[in-house]
């Protein structure tokens, strides 16, 4: 089953059989929207349009733990997470994708993990996406013509302002690729959900450091945002087929993250934070 988290401009899936919006509760409360079910070529797919139907949720207030808590119960085995950012690099321009393999999390207004008193765990984040995804990714991009680029560091910050341009020239000394507001603790979650995860960022603009920064104009902006989600669908509609083949388990052992992570001994987990994740975490629970 393949999920598929659609950003800024993404908020339905072109070409799925068999459609229909389901509403999914989930102990974390209610996610951004319905889940949108179908079939891409006999592939089942969950598609979440991450800020609701119409972009009514900022990045601060989303429910990023319904959001993947919501996926898993639907059966989601991975998924394909799309953004969209501006670029910190002068060679990722607009118009370009990038297939993330590292973050930065500078939010701090989010709860970001599904554990927490009465179960403690602390997942492994050292490799934060899932390289069989971005493999996929990154051959259907190419086969599409897609101007893409495999590997970069996403720098999440909180918003929902911009950044200074102080705070652009920081993020590209750090080495940061490209820069958005939504892939933590989104990411983090999935991690923990034991789901298999990859971002594709969509560059719309250059982030303030740029000197041409100040000529963008919102119309050109959208004008992007929207050419990106066109392209966006093409590469998904072109990757869920791959991804339905039938294969083994996560060679990066994305789908096994809890195997060492929960530290608390079975004799003291609480029984009320097991019921609350015996979906992300009834594996190990």
Same mark, same amino acid.
């Not at 100040?214 to 966006?232: F, R, S, Y």
């Given at each position: 089953?393949?999920?598929?988290?659609?950003?800024?401009?993404?908020?339905?899936?072109?070409?799925?059989?068999?459609?229909?919006?389901?509403?999914?509760?989930?102990?974390?409360? @209610?996610? +951004?929207?319905?889940?949108?079910?179908?079939?891409?070529?006999?592939?089942?797919?969950?598609?979440?349009?991450?800020?609701?139907?119409?972009?009514?949720? +900022?990045?601060?207030?989303?429910?990023? *733990?319904?959001?993947?808590?919501?996926?898993?119960?639907?059966?989601?085995?991975?998924?394909?997470?799309?953004?969209?950012?501006?670029?910190?690099?002068?060679?990722?321009?607009?118009?370009?994708?990038?297939?993330?393999?590292?973050?930065?999390?500078?939010?701090?207004? *989010?709860?970001?993990?599904?554990?927490?008193?009465?179960?403690?765990?602390?997942?492994?984040? @050292?490799?934060?996406?899932?390289?069989?995804?971005?493999?996929?990714?990154?051959?259907?991009?190419?086969?599409?013509?897609?101007?893409?680029?495999?590997?970069?560091?996403?720098?999440?910050?909180?918003?929902?302002?911009?950044?200074? *341009?102080?705070?652009?020239? %920081?993020?590209?000394?750090?080495?940061?690729?490209?820069?958005?507001?939504?892939?933590?603790?989104?990411?983090?979650?999935?991690?923990?959900?034991?789901?298999?995860?990859?971002?594709?960022?969509?560059?719309?603009?250059?982030?303030?450091?740029?000197?041409?920064?100040?000529?963008?104009?919102?119309?050109?902006?959208?004008?992007?945002? %929207?050419?990106?989600?066109?392209?966006?669908?093409?590469?998904?509609?072109?990757?869920?087929?791959?991804?339905?083949?039938?294969?083994?388990?996560?060679?990066?052992?994305?789908?096994?993250?809890?195997?060492?992570?929960?530290?608390?001994?079975?004799?003291?987990?609480?029984?009320?934070?097991?019921?609350?994740? +015996?979906?992300?975490?009834?594996?190990?629970?």
């Amino acid at each position: 089953m393949i999920g598929i988290i659609g950003g800024s401009g993404l908020y339905d899936i072109e070409g799925l059989e068999d459609k229909t919006w389901r509403a999914v509760d989930t102990p974390w409360g @209610a996610p +951004s929207d319905e889940l949108l079910f179908g079939q891409l070529e006999g592939v089942p797919c969950v598609f979440l349009p991450r800020h609701g139907r119409g972009h009514p949720t +900022s990045p601060t207030h989303l429910n990023y *733990r319904a959001n993947i808590d919501a996926m898993k119960r639907s059966g989601v085995t991975d998924i394909l997470s799309l953004s969209a950012v501006g670029s910190l690099r002068e060679d990722l321009a607009p118009g370009h994708f990038v297939i993330v393999d590292q973050f930065i999390d500078r939010s701090f207004a *989010r709860e970001k993990s599904f554990f927490g008193d009465g179960i403690v765990a602390h997942v492994s984040m @050292a490799e934060p996406v899932c390289p069989r995804l971005g493999d996929v990714l990154l051959d259907t991009a190419q086969e599409l013509g897609l101007p893409v680029t495999r590997g970069g560091t996403y720098l999440v910050m909180e918003g929902p302002q911009f950044s200074t *341009r102080a705070e652009s020239q %920081l993020y590209r000394s750090w080495g940061c690729s490209v820069i958005g507001m939504t892939n933590m603790p989104e990411a983090k979650l999935a991690r923990e959900a034991e789901i298999n995860y990859a971002t594709v960022a969509m560059v719309t603009d250059f982030d303030c450091w740029h000197p041409d920064h100040g000529h963008v104009t919102v119309e050109a902006v959208i004008k992007l945002l %929207l050419a990106n989600a066109d392209n966006a669908k093409q590469l998904v509609r072109q990757a869920i087929p791959k991804l339905g083949t039938p294969r083994g388990p996560c060679p990066a052992g994305c789908d096994r993250a809890l195997d060492h992570a929960i530290i608390t001994a079975p004799a003291y987990r609480d029984p009320a934070m097991a019921a609350r994740l +015996s979906v992300v975490a009834g594996r190990v629970l």
